[in-house]
T-cell receptor, first 114, second 115 residues
Framework: KNQVEQSPQSLIILEGKNCTLQ??????????LRWYKQDTGRGPVSLTI?????NTKSNGRYTATLDADTKQSSLHITASQLSDSASYIC?????????????FGTGTQLKVEL | KAGVTQTPRYLIKTRGQQVTLSCSPI?????VSWYQQTPGQGLQFLFE???????NKGNFPGRFSGRQFSNSRSEMNVSTLELGDSALYLC??????????????FGEGSRLTVL
């Protein structure tokens, strides 16, 4: 069973609009939670990394939040652009086991249209 | 500063063959980890190497193996290929392997098609 669930699976929004992507995880305890953006045919690129003690982290128009009590995270995209069209992947790094043995969500496919 | 380089970018093999994929990390990075990405399963961790030693291993059969050289370059090998091995294989590098706290930098991947 995947320990990182993302919703929605796909999303279409108009350019300039905001959107929020959700991530629920059961990995516990965890070291950090990350959000990656993956363009089609490219490798993932890191957007934010949050430790369990952080509530929010921003990177330009991207803002991630983390609620360790409910084991939920969200990624908010403000004033979307066509270039935001990509897959957004939530990733949890377990505290035990160490290294980069990450658990990945299956991603939310975002399409931004004119 | 050059990014993570993976070769080859695309390759086609037939069932039963073996394949070797290469990854050159960012200069100065000592940790290299490998991931398999398929449409059905998403990204899954294969293994991680640090200073030529395998530090962690995912839940993949023994047909999947890897190694790291003294210059931190890494290779992964898949033997006796199966149709289900068709995937994008991603390599990522980081400075260390400190409990997964380092930022990971991914390569563009090697897309393997098994016929």
């Amino acid at each position: 069973k995947n320990q990182v669930e993302q919703s929605p699976q796909s999303l279409i929004i108009l350019e300039g609009k905001n959107c929020t992507l959700q991530c629920n995880y059961t990995v516990s305890p965890f070291s950090n939670l990350r959000w990656y953006k993956q363009d089609t045919g490219r490798g993932p690129v890191s957007l934010t990394i949050m430790t369990f003690s952080e509530n929010t982290k921003s990177n330009g128009r991207y803002t991630a939040t983390l609620d360790a009590d409910t084991k939920q995270s969200s990624l908010h995209i403000t004033a979307s652009q066509l270039s935001d069209s990509a897959s957004y992947i939530c990733v949890v790094s377990p505290l035990t086991g160490g290294g980069n043995k990450l658990t990945f969500g299956t991603g939310t496919q975002l399409k931004v249209e004119l | 500063k050059a990014g993570v380089t993976q070769t080859p970018r695309y390759l086609i093999k037939t069932r039963g063959q073996q394949v070797t994929l290469s990854c050159s990390p960012i200069s100065g990075h000592r940790s290299v980890s490998w991931y398999q990405q398929t449409p059905g399963q998403g990204l899954q961790f294969l293994f991680e190497y640090f200073s030529e030693t395998q530090r962690n291993k995912g839940n993949f059969p023994g047909r999947f193996s890897g190694r790291q050289f003294s210059n931190s370059r890494s290779e992964m090998n898949v033997s006796t290929l199966e149709l289900g091995d068709s995937a994008l294989y991603l390599c990522a590098s980081s400075l260390f392997a400190s409990q997964g706290q380092d930022e990971l930098f991914f390569g563009e991947g090697s897309r393997l098609t098994v016929l």
